[in-house]
């Protein structure tokens, strides 16, 4: 009887790790998935079909919901608390998330993210319209092309996404980023769209439910004490123009850290001109301004 209990004990234990092994596997799979309540993201909007469009920034957070199975996501319009409204209800499965809008009696749910996603793996894709009441969505076909665990998004792992018209991938839209399990770099609603014309937008900041920030766009941030220094930049359309005191090497990155432009200044000026507006990114030695293109 003794031997017998002690295979029985034995068996125990073997499946008590067993269960234990599959437990905090699926903990740790689902541990950097920030689409919990309390979570916030601060987004840049900005219009790029007129000479000065205005810049806006919104703050959209997920709050808790009477049903349970979904969140609330809120946002405020340039962080003004007094303009929150509800504009979509979220749910997660796993490392996939969907929404639905408010107001759409048959609750018919859309997929935002598949975080769960390898290389070469794809799947339809939709994100919201929260600038527009018709409840539309816009749908594409996205297809993961490379992981890359660390990156220069505040050491957050990037999918590198292409996005196509349907499955067939026969016709390409447009190239982007998703940071696994947080948001798209042009923000937690552009799931898609990456390469729109006339309208876009950037992740700035998120924070968890403990107020505390977890990703924080580097670039955005270097712009407020990168104006000290001997280089002079200006901006006309979407020509820029750098100046400089003495010798300096000039670089010219996308928000994505892709090189559009080098070139050597010794005392005197050179001008580049860009395909599109957006963020980039100057630097030179020590020196990194970020410029908003229109």
């Known amino acids: 009887m003794g031997k017998l209990r002690s295979v029985y004990d034995v068996s125990n234990v073997r499946l008590s790790l067993f269960v234990l092994f599959i437990v905090t596997t699926c903990l740790v799979s689902h541990a950097n998935?920030?689409?919990?309540?309390?979570?916030q993201w601060t987004v840049r909007y900005?219009?790029?079909?007129?000479?000065?469009?205005?810049?806006?920034?919104?703050?959209?957070?997920?709050?808790?919901?009477?049903?349970?199975?979904?969140?609330?996501?809120?946002?405020?319009?340039?962080?003004?608390?007094?303009?929150n409204r509800i504009i979509l209800y979220v749910k997660t499965e796993g490392e996939k998330i969907y929404f639905r809008y408010p107001d759409d009696v048959d609750r018919k749910y859309y997929l935002l993210y598949d975080f769960g996603l390898k290389p070469g793996d794809g799947c339809y894709v939709y994100s919201p319209d929260i600038f527009n009441s018709?409840?539309?969505v816009y749908k594409s076909y996205l297809k993961c092309d490379e992981i890359i665990e660390n990156s220069s998004y505040d050491n957050w792992p990037i999918m590198k996404m292409s996005e196509y018209k349907d499955e067939s991938c026969a016709v390409l839209l447009g190239c982007g980023i998703w940071i696994q399990g947080l948001s798209s770099e042009r923000g937690v609603l552009n799931s898609n769209?990456?390469?729109?014309?006339?309208?876009?937008?950037?992740?700035?900041?998120?924070?968890?439910?403990?107020?505390?920030?977890v990703y924080d766009d580097v670039a955005s941030s270097v712009q407020r004490v990168a104006t000290l220094g001997d280089i002079n930049i200006t901006i006309n359309d979407r020509e820029?123009?750098?100046?400089?005191?003495?010798?300096?090497?000039?670089?010219?990155?996308?928000?994505?850290?892709?090189?559009l432009y080098q070139a050597k200044l010794r005392t005197q000026s050179t001008s580049f001109c860009l395909r599109n507006g957006g963020?980039?990114?100057?630097?030179?030695?020590?020196?990194?301004?970020e410029i908003l293109v229109y």
């Open 33 to 39: 998935c920030y689409f919990v309540t309390g979570t």
């Open 240 to 259: 820029i123009s750098i100046s400089a005191d003495g010798d300096r090497d000039i670089f010219i990155y996308t928000v994505s850290g892709l090189l």
């Open 193 to 213: 769209r990456f390469e729109v014309d006339g309208f876009q937008s950037k992740l700035l900041e998120v924070r968890d439910s403990s107020g505390v920030v």
């Open 134 to 136: 018709t409840c539309s």
């Open 46 to 83: 900005w219009g790029t079909t007129q000479p000065e469009p205005t810049v806006i920034q919104g703050l959209i957070s997920l709050k808790s919901s009477s049903d349970l199975k979904d969140m609330e996501m809120w946002y405020a319009h340039n962080q003004d608390l007094p303009d």
């Open 279 to 289: 963020i980039y990114v100057i630097k030179s030695g020590d020196f990194v301004r």
